[in-house]
């Protein structure tokens, strides 16, 4: 079965920001391509017909999600991000504009029903103001719930938490507890290393005053002294014979083992002249050597 679709597998961002700025206009603030993606930040009043045209005039038909982000050293100190994507182009670009505290940004649940659930999630982790949604209350925190915990000013003590107790059975508040210390976050390259001292490397400095090595260490003063018992001495004070020349072998230091001769012939030992046969291409005895008559009926 054949499937046969107009979307691209891969889109191309090639004339995507000449063409989408040049259809936005004055409506556009700022323009990039950024991380493999389109980038465009508009005015905040004209966010709802920056959508609308690029819905309808350039394809991108579905609103993906809305994101916050918080920059409090700004005067309009929170983003909100509307990421699109085109089905007819297999395309993604994201918009951006900029709120304070008490400017409202123009809701885009005339353009996609679902931004109601979006907006209603930055209003309530950012304290974003959406103006025109219907519907615009906290929807992950609880009732009564004073704050907006995603802001970086946000305090982490004083403030109640709600959890299921399966003890009770039912929804508890409790004081809020940290599982962990705060940690601070510098974000910077691990490749370039931290300018102050790391969780652990305290050590380092105790390594740095760490007494030097010892200039002699003490060694044993004859091979005899294995630190076993006096038969192991006597067994590693037997002498060897003196290395063959320009030899050593191996496990033997320097000198071969001693000779013995015993005068007894071994049990199943080859004549002198003896030598091992020849073997055959089929892994026999060649005939060379002697293979011997084939037996009869053969």
């Known amino acids: 079965m054949t499937v046969l679709h107009s979307a691209p597998k891969i889109a191309s961002n090639e004339g995507v920001l000449d063409t ?25 009043d004209g966010i709802e017909q920056a959508l609308r045209t690029l819905r309808d005039a350039h394809g991108y038909q579905q609103l993906m999600e809305i ?31 900029t709120a304070a505290e008490n400017t409202p940004v123009p809701t885009v649940t005339t353009l996609w029903p679902v931004a109601g659930w979006l907006e209603r999630e ?24 004073e704050g907006h915990p995603f802001r970086k000013d946000f305090p982490l003590t004083g403030y109640t938490e709600l959890r299921y107790s399966e003890e009770d059975k039912r929804v508890v508040y409790e004081p809020v507890k940290l599982a962990q210390d705060l940690r601070s976050f510098d974000f ?3 490749w370039e290393g931290a300018d102050y001292v790391l969780p652990g490397d305290e050590k380092a400095a105790e390594k740095a005053s760490a007494p030097p ?16 018992n006096e038969k192991t001495d006597a067994k590693a004070a037997e002498p060897v ?11 033997q230091g320097q000198g071969d083992p001693a000779p013995v001769t015993t005068g007894t012939k071994e049990p199943g030992a080859p004549d002198p002249t003896a030598s091992r046969p020849d073997r055959g291409p089929d892994g026999g005895a060649s005939d060379k050597q002697g293979a011997g008559p084939a037996p009869e009926g053969s």
Do not use: C, W
Not at 72 to 95: A, D, G, Q
Not at 241 to 251: E, I, L
């Open 122 to 145: 930055v209003f309530d982790m950012y304290g974003v103001i959406f103006a025109g949604n219907p519907d615009l209350r906290r929807i992950l925190t609880d009732y009564g719930f």
């Open 241 to 251: 014979a003196p290395a063959a020349k320009d030899a050593t072998v191996a496990g």
């Open 20 to 44: 989408l700025t040049g259809a936005l206009g004055s409506l556009v603030l700022a323009a990039r391509e950024e991380y493999g993606e389109v980038v465009l930040t508009v005015a905040r």
């Open 67 to 97: 994101a916050g982000v918080d920059y409090p050293s700004r005067p309009e100190r929170f983003e909100v991000v509307y990421m699109l994507l085109s089905l007819t182009k297999n395309h993604r670009i994201i918009v951006k504009v």
């Open 213 to 228: 090595p010892v200039a002699e260490p003490k060694t044993t003063e004859s091979p005899k002294q294995t630190g076993s």
């Open 188 to 190: 910077m390259s691990p």
